[in-house]
């Protein structure tokens, strides 16, 4: 069976609400009730098949082709199966999704796997603010999965983030890691000021050296054998985090402006 | 039943029902993982005076481990859960925890059916006051505590099964030197059986025992049919060239294992043969009343 593919056909004046694109959501339907889909567009609602080409069968693989910015939530909530974006996805992408994988070959806006409880979401390319974060008014941030970003992140990457690992293989905005409950978030390139602003417990590795505020202190440097345990479990991501071996680190603390059991890992 | 000049009794060990775990303890070389795998295990010869029988199951190459390192693996017996749990966490707290380098990991992972999750390290992780943390990789808890030379690391469970305890054989020979002898070799051959460990000092036993005593409290006595120095003035099982005998005690995970310990044993105790002193092979049991399982030693050698 061929992939359930959502071909865009039209330009979106507002922003489009695809989560009830998922896997879970269109399993058992038929094309009739698929094409049928409800989608919130502003204030309408317009039918799946006015917004989307819609081809193939599989539902529990899903595509997304020439997909647009102006699409939100797209894998919110999903639970199951694949769904791959060709192109660019809008905010909310993988919206406290539950398990399953979601790969988006393209850029995603603000509040990626945001409150995300399980599964993989990788992105090849760039990502906004707030990913792996809590939506505004929540306490709690990511709690679970796997989220990959090949490309830079945007601020607040991780904020309130409670677990599961968050690897960035470019660069990283201002506050990176801000009020970390807990989780690991690991960051290739460089990161903007203020990184694990508040942070209470959880780990960060970089790999480039940065200046850190006043209460992130200086731990000293470690050969950490927790750290032959986390690479292997790398080892099976596609991701450069996956080839990670050294395991001599310079420790930083903090942010003891907040219980200061969180530590950041600086790789020579 | 002879082989090369042995008797092998017609008799049967008999073992019983047990609780057993395994845990996986590595360190920065196998010294010292040795050094913290036989602290763990001392003083655990028999659950009569000890609570639990552990003891040293093999060596493990950096490439087996969790984290990469040197490691040995242990095995470690009960009557029952709460008294290996209890035993367990003891001997964690005091010798692993304690031991510079090491680290210590579920040894035995499987469905919930038929492994219980008992603690590992859940409970040593307050020794940290606060600065512990926790880490999950792929699906398993870990715990690592600051301690003063770095930083203890642990999985927070480990695996407990029903297992086997008590498989055992006597060798008997014409004098103490030559017992001792084939008793070594035996052990060399039994260690390299998976799943096993025999519990006493060097894995050999020189001080059977039978049930009761002419004192009414002890439970437990000198077997004095098998002892050499007695033949003329007790019921002796000896004929008179048997100068020393000394027993092999096995704890498994299944009957399995004991199976195949035994016979490894036994076959290697044989290769000295008669000419090297060696006459008999026994067994210990309480007559078949008391034990779960009987291991008869010529079907086991057959």
């Known amino acids: 069976m061929s992939a359930l593919a959502f071909t865009l056909k039209i330009k979106p004046a507002q922003r489009v609400d695809c989560s009830p694109l998922t896997p879970d959501m269109l399993a058992g339907k038929s094309a009739k009730d698929i094409g049928a889909t409800l989608l919130q567009c502003g204030k309408q609602q317009l039918r799946a098949d006015s917004v989307f080409d819609i081809s193939g069968e599989n539902s529990n693989h899903i595509e997304f082709r020439n997909s647009h910015h102006k699409l939100d939530y797209i894998g919110a909530h999903m639970q199951q199966g694949s769904i791959v974006v060709h192109g660019d996805a809008g905010s909310y992408l993988g919206l406290q999704m539950k398990n399953g994988s979601l790969s988006l070959h393209g850029n995603a806006d603000a509040y990626a796997a945001c409150g995300m409880a399980g599964g993989l979401l990788h992105v090849h390319g760039n990502v906004g603010d707030f990913i792996g974060g809590a939506l505004p008014g929540d306490r709690k941030g990511m709690r679970g999965g796997t989220v990959i970003v090949t490309g830079n992140a945007g601020d607040r990457a991780g904020d309130q983030m409670r677990r599961g690992v968050l690897l960035i293989e470019g660069n990283a905005g201002e506050y990176c890691a801000s009020r970390m409950i807990a989780g690991t978030i690991g960051v290739m390139g460089s990161v903007g000021k203020y990184v694990g602003f508040g942070m209470r417990h959880g780990t960060i590795l970089l790999f480039k050296p940065t200046d850190f505020h006043t209460t992130i202190q200086d731990c000293g440097h470690h050969t950490l054998p927790f750290l032959n345990l986390m690479f292997k479990s790398f080892s099976s991501l596609p991701s450069k985090f996956a080839h990670l071996s050294q395991n001599r680190v310079h420790k930083f603390g903090g942010d003891l402006a907040n219980d200061g059991k969180g530590e950041i890992l600086l790789f020579p | ?302």
């Open chain 2, 1 to 302: 039943m002879i082989i090369n000049g042995v008797l092998i009794d017609d008799t049967f060990a008999e073992a019983f029902n047990m609780r057993g775990t395994r845990v996986i303890i590595t360190a920065q070389n196998h010294k010292w993982a040795h050094i913290a795998a036989a602290t763990m295990t001392g003083f655990a010869t028999s659950v009569i005076g000890c609570g639990v029988e552990a003891g040293i199951e093999r060596e493990m190459d950096a490439s087996e481990t969790p984290d990469g390192r040197p490691g040995v693996s242990i095995l470690m017996f009960a009557m029952g859960s709460a008294v290996l749990m209890k035993q367990l966490e003891t001997r964690m707290g005091q010798c692993i925890l304690t031991c510079p380098t090491t680290a210590a990991f579920s040894g035995i992972d499987g469905d919930a059916e038929t492994v219980t999750r008992i603690n590992l390290g859940k409970n040593l992780r307050f020794f940290g006051d606060g600065f512990q943390t926790s880490k999950l990789f792929n699906g398993k808890r870990y715990w690592r505590v600051p301690v003063m030379d770095g930083e203890f690391l642990t999985e927070e469970t480990t695996g407990m099964v029903r297992a086997v305890g008590g498989g055992n054989f006597l060798i008997l020979a014409e004098s103490q030197m030559q017992a001792l002898a084939a008793c070594e070799a035996a052990v060399e051959a039994m260690r390299q059986v998976p799943n096993v460990i025999m519990p006493f000092p060097g894995g050999v036993v020189r001080s059977g025992s039978k049930v009761g005593s002419k004192y009414k409290t002890l439970i437990a006595s000198t077997n004095d049919a098998f002892c050499p120095t007695l033949k003329g003035i007790t019921r002796t099982d000896l004929s008179p060239e048997i100068e020393s005998v000394m027993e092999i005690v096995i704890d498994g995970l299944t009957d399995a294992d004991i199976r195949k310990a035994t016979r490894a044993g036994i076959a290697a105790a044989c290769e000295l043969g008669a000419s090297g002193g060696i006459k008999r092979i026994s067994a210990g049991n309480y007559g078949g009343k008391l034990g779960q399982f009987q291991f008869h030693l010529r079907e086991i050698m057959a």
